[in-house]
């Protein structure tokens, strides 16, 4: 039955390996999707940009302000901290982790027997819950009761305990710790993907030239992991500036709103301050910098789909 | 790697008990063979990612310490000392006492429904995105992976608001419509890769054969991918289980709250008894941990997969 079928279509090519298909069929597999995407998605991002240019509280009559929020979010100080603070968030989540995660990936190339355990070591974290990170660590650093300060005692240097979330200068630092001990194992095992997809001949022959450990890391490691950076620093920078719970959980901000990221302002400015219109700017102005990430990656990961 | 040895290796002690004695023992039967980094080369990186491991560890091991002893023995010998006397209390103390078991059920329910919904609307929708072609495919494919970069803090007043209007406040249900459509980008990110695989002469043979769309999706495509099926539904498994701010923001109270809540109602409830804070973070990491080192070769095969194909 196959073959009488068959017969008069198959010599009919198939253009460019794709089908033009009815509306009809297309819709019924794409509307599911899209509808629950656009409507809690979408809709509400384009919600909270009108909000964005009220005065709105919550409650009663919205009035358009115009670009007022916007100025308040470049002028006001503890705004400027959060946009700050985010700013060295997403730069330290980029290099730091990534640094890590390529070195770690380069010592565990060859394999041997401890690749699985450390592997999986460093990769646990990013299974928790980044609130149950938040609450480990941010008894690691409390200040009477914390595992930090009793560890520094007990191994003489006493000297260097401190309040360590306690002042404006350390508290940033160390909420930081925390988040790159969650973010290494991401990159280390993209790097390792990227590490075991370099042609093991490029190794050999490097190594055949006399080549060392950092030779092979320069010259053959490196050049064949290009892509993988991309990937890397994209997706880094879009999960850092997407940073809440780690310092919603730790410092709240404090003290004195010395450890505010946009996110937590934001969260601030809307659920404890009712200012939802100026909270709104302030979400915008993290969500445009998240699109200017996500729009050049992911054109960038589809460029070889012609439409 | 099998499965077994995947399990034994991981477990967090090992490194540090067991690695010393390796890079000697290590280096000494790869020095015979040409062209190798020197010992003292080898010994050094492993040295330092010892180190390095011992210090990732650290916390891992202190929470797990912490909770199987007494929380007096705790504040008597601080906690960056190893547990003399053991007690499960803590673990049954943070149970009952944290109301647990409730945000437990809370976020199987929406666990069990939003993984297997959220990849079937993803499938649906990313295989006429890989397999077909039509006006307007590429922008609308962009406009559902971007959707990557936006960050959930800006829509949770407006998601606020529109499940208010659902009537959904109070329940647990309220999470489930912006949880699916958090996660649609990834999905559809991974699940059009994996679809890039399934050859175009399968489905054409299929389609000679009368095959329709949805058939040829459901029996053919779906059952070439189930490897890339299992590694996103971990991921989204895990993602979902651990999901915070829109869960902070759209939950109004405890008999609905998701264990990440629960785990924040904790911090708040125990306070600075860590011996019961502890087991409850424990209990409630417990699942994806156990899913961790169970299926970890799909996780990270994902992860990398997911991210790495275009």
Not at chain 1, 136 to 141: C, L
Not at chain 1, 158 to 167: A, D, Y
Not at chain 2, 239 to 261: C, G, H, R
Not at chain 2, 270 to 286: D, H, K, T
């Amino acid at each position: 039955m196959t073959t009488t079928i068959s017969l008069p279509t198959a010599p009919r090519p198939a253009r460019r390996g794709r089908r033009r298909f009815r509306g009809r069929t297309l819709l019924a597999f794409l509307a599911p999707g899209l509808i629950v995407y656009t409507i809690f998605l979408v809709w509400p991002m384009v919600e909270s940009l009108w909000y964005s240019f009220t005065s709105w509280s919550g409650a009663g009559p919205k009035h358009y302000v115009g670009l007022s929020n916007y100025e308040t979010v470049f002028t006001n100080s503890t705004a400027l901290t959060a946009l700050r603070n985010t700013a060295i968030w997403a730069a330290v989540m980029v290099v730091v982790p990534a640094a890590i995660g390529l070195l770690l990936a380069n010592a565990l190339r060859g394999g041997g027997r401890w690749k699985g355990a450390v592997q999986a070591l460093i990769y646990l974290p990013t299974v928790l819950p980044m609130i149950g990170v938040a609450v480990i660590w941010g008894w690691i650093y409390d200040p009477d009761l914390g595992f930090l300060n009793d560890f520094l005692g007990k191994v003489g240097l006493k000297s260097l305990e401190i309040t360590w979330l306690g002042s404006t200068t350390s508290a940033i630092p160390s909420l930081m710790v925390a988040g790159v001990w969650v973010s290494v194992g991401f990159p280390m095992v993209l790097y390792l993907a990227g590490i075991q997809s370099i042609a093991p001949e490029l190794y050999e022959a490097a190594r055949v030239d006399g080549g060392g450990r950092w030779h092979l890391f320069r010259h053959v490691t490196l050049p064949g992991l290009r892509q993988t950076h991309a990937i890397v620093v994209a997706l880094e920078l879009i999960g850092a500036l997407q940073v809440f719970a780690i310092v919603y959980a730790i410092t709240a901000g404090g003290p004195g709103n010395s450890t505010q990221v946009l996110g937590t302002w934001m969260y601030a400015n809307i659920f404890s301050f009712h200012r939802v219109g100026y909270g709104s700017a302030v979400g915008w102005v993290l969500a445009a910098l998240g699109l200017a990430v996500a729009i050049p990656y992911v054109l960038w990961m589809t460029r070889d789909d012609k439409s | 790697m099998t499965a077994g040895s995947t399990v034994r290796a991981a477990s967090p002690a090992d490194p540090i008990t067991l690695t010393p004695a390796v890079p000697a023992r290590k280096t000494a039967r790869r020095r015979r063979q040409p062209g190798r980094p020197a010992v003292s080369q080898r010994l050094v990186v492993g040295l330092i990612v010892l180190a390095g491991c011992i210090v990732f560890a650290t916390p891992l091991l202190l929470v797990l310490f912490t909770s199987i002893q007494p929380e007096t023995q705790v504040i008597t010998n601080g906690p960056a000392s190893l547990p003399h006397h053991f007690t499960m209390g803590n673990f049954s103390a943070a149970w009952t006492g944290g109301a647990l078991g409730r945000y437990y059920r809370n976020s199987l329910l929406i666990l069990v429904v939003k993984v297997p919904v959220g990849i079937v609307l993803s499938s649906l929708a990313a295989y006429p995105l890989s397999k077909m072609r039509f006006r307007g495919r590429k922008t609308i494919l962009v406009c559902l992976l971007v959707g990557l970069g936006v960050p959930q803090v800006v829509t949770l007043y407006p998601l606020l608001e529109l499940s208010k209007d659902v009537g959904l406040s109070g329940s647990v249900w309220i999470l489930l419509l912006p949880y699916l459509a958090f996660g649609m980008p990834f999905e559809i990110f991974v699940m059009r890769g994996a679809f890039a695989s399934v050859p175009e002469e399968v489905l054409e043979a299929a389609r000679i054969d009368g095959a329709g769309e949805f058939r040829i999706w459901a029996r053919v495509c779906m059952p070439m991918v189930l490897a890339p099926l299992a590694s996103l539904a971990i991921l989204d498994g895990v993602a979902t289980w651990n999901e915070f701010v829109i869960a902070l923001a759209l939950l109004s109270n405890q008999s609905s709250d998701t264990l990440p809540i629960g785990i924040s109602n904790l911090q708040g409830q125990f306070g600075v008894n860590f011996a019961q804070l502890s087991a409850g973070v424990l209990i409630a990491v417990a699942p994806m941990v156990l899913l961790f080192f169970v299926a970890r070769r799909y996780l990270v095969r994902g992860v990398a997969a997911g991210a790495l194909k275009g």
